[in-house]
Each structure stands twice: as structure tokens, then as C-alpha cells.
């Protein structure tokens, strides 16, 4: 648990930065994009690739943008298998990785469905308005992150099982290889 806890620690500073620096070179490269025609910059062009000094400028710190956004996904990908373990172990899914859970979490998504589906309308008409679109609005959304949540961990369940299965056949493979060296 502490490992996990300094990982977070370590993470969400990193991911917050990265985010920051991000929003930083995209606004830098849009200033760049809206006064190209102001800035001397534009009238020079760079030899054996051209484009002028300002396009070069914007691509280069889009570019920038899109590598510490990678690095802020990464970040976040850990993150959200966290927060992914906590939400579904809040849910009171028992913690065990089997195609069972991966086909009981597809018959919650199913289930969710089918009951969003039933509430919106009811609800549009008893509450009517802005108020009662919006209501039916949050319904939708809360069931569309909580089906997300649930699809996104059943890819991990998946990938942990087909994960171990080809483990334990590479492990059989070496075995019988090293049977027919030895013999």
C-alpha cells in the first residue's frame, strides 16, 4: 500500500505539470497561429524545408504540447487504474480476475442500460422544463461513465487472464524444449 501511495504522490504532481506545460505551448503555438501575419517571423523562410520561421515555431511547440500530453496520459492511465480498482471495489465487486467477472460486470453494463433507458423518459414526464432535461441529462452521463468504468475493467480482467494463459503456455513450450535438449 505505501508503494502505491508514493507512486500516486509521485504521479499526480507529474501529471498535474505536464497538463500545465501543455496548455502552455498550445496557447503559445495558437498566439504564434493568430498574429503569423504580424510578426516579422513569417516573412522569413527556412531553407530545405519550406515553411516559414512562424509555421516552423507552431509546429514545434505543438509538438512539444503532444509529447508532455503523452506523458500526462501515461500519468493518467495509471492513475485511472486506480481509481478504477476503488470504484469497482466500492460498487461491491468481489476482487477476482475471471472471465465470471468480466461476463458478470457485461450483464451490470447491460442492466444499466436498460434501466437508463427505462428512467429518462419517465422522469421527462414528470419533470418537465430545462429542470427535467437536465435531470435526465445527468442520468445519462453518470450512466455513461459508470458503463465506462466497467468496460475499461474488463479489458484489464481480459488482458490479465489471456495474460496468464499465455504465461503458463510459453512456460510449457520452454519446458518440453528444454526436454527435447536434455533427451
Do not use: C, W
Not at 502552455?24 to 495558437?30: A, C, D, G, M, T
Not at 460498487?91 to 457485461?106: D, F, M, N, Y
Not at 475493467?153 to 512456460?171: M, N, P, Q
Amino acid at each position: 500500500m505505501s508503494r502505491i501511495r508514493d507512486e500516486v504522490r509521485r504521479r499526480i504532481p507529474r501529471l498535474t505539470m505536464s497538463l500545465v506545460i501543455t496548455v502552455i505551448f498550445l496557447v503559445i503555438s495558437f498566439v504564434i497561429q493568430q498574429t503569423q501575419d504580424l510578426l516579422p517571423l513569417s516573412q522569413i523562410n527556412v531553407p530545405g524545408i519550406g515553411q516559414n520561421l512562424s509555421s516552423l515555431i507552431m509546429i514545434i511547440t505543438v509538438l512539444i504540447a503532444v509529447i508532455f500530453l503523452i506523458r500526462a496520459l501515461s500519468d493518467a492511465l495509471f492513475l485511472g487504474d486506480i481509481l478504477t480498482d476503488i470504484i469497482v471495489h466500492r460498487l461491491g465487486i468481489i476482487e477476482e480476475r475471471s472471465p465470471k467477472r468480466a461476463a458478470r460486470e457485461l450483464i451490470y453494463i447491460i442492466v444499466i442500460i436498460l434501466i437508463v433507458t427505462a428512467a429518462t423518459p419517465i422522469i421527462g414526464t414528470f419533470v418537465e422544463g430545462d429542470f427535467g432535461f437536465g435531470i435526465q441529462s445527468l442520468i445519462t452521463y453518470v450512466a455513461l461513465a459508470i458503463i465506462i468504468i466497467l468496460i475499461y475493467d474488463i479489458g484489464r480482467t481480459l488482458y490479465r487472464v489471456i495474460e496468464l494463459k499465455v504465461g503458463s503456455l510459453a512456460e510449457k513450450l520452454s519446458n518440453i524444449v528444454e526436454e527435447e535438449n536434455e533427451g
